[in-house]
């Protein structure tokens, strides 16, 4: 019989084995997603309210939800936040894009340079580019 040690040593080890993309699909992609822009949102005073993480989204996803689409509204943003594992979607223009693209017509709005866009920290903001 396996110990509770020897349980956890195998979870560490497939967890060592799985790509950021399939983390990010088994924590909830779209959430996580959806956490990312929120926050990413919120420092850029496009939403307001404290950071959000996955438990506060569990028990408030339509709230959250509501806000950080609206937020990408005001940028000129359109976004369908997705809950659980599949993507957010965005669109400018009536043209879907990235959600890198979208983060990068933000940072512009707000005057960075392109220089300045390309080595933004996205790994800084939770879910996939």
Avoid at 6 to 32: Q, R, Y
Avoid at 70 to 96: H, P
Avoid at 111 to 123: H, K, L, T
């Amino acid at each position: 019989m396996a110990t509770r040690e020897d349980n956890l040593n195998k979870i560490n080890t497939e967890l060592e084995l799985m790509s950021d993309d399939e983390l990010d699909n088994v924590v909830g992609g779209g959430t996580m997603q959806t956490i990312g822009d929120s926050n990413f949102l919120s420092n850029r005073n496009l939403i307001h309210g404290q950071a959000v993480d996955f438990l506060s989204i569990a028990f408030n996803w339509n709230n959250i939800s509501k806000n950080v689409d609206d937020g990408w509204a005001k940028a000129g943003v359109t976004c369908c936040t997705v809950f659980g594992s599949g993507d957010n979607k965005y669109w400018i223009g009536g043209r879907e894009v990235s959600r890198k693209e979208a983060f990068a017509h933000v940072l512009r709005q707000q005057g960075c340079s392109e220089s300045q866009i390309a080595n933004f920290d996205y790994d800084g903001y939770a879910g996939a580019f």
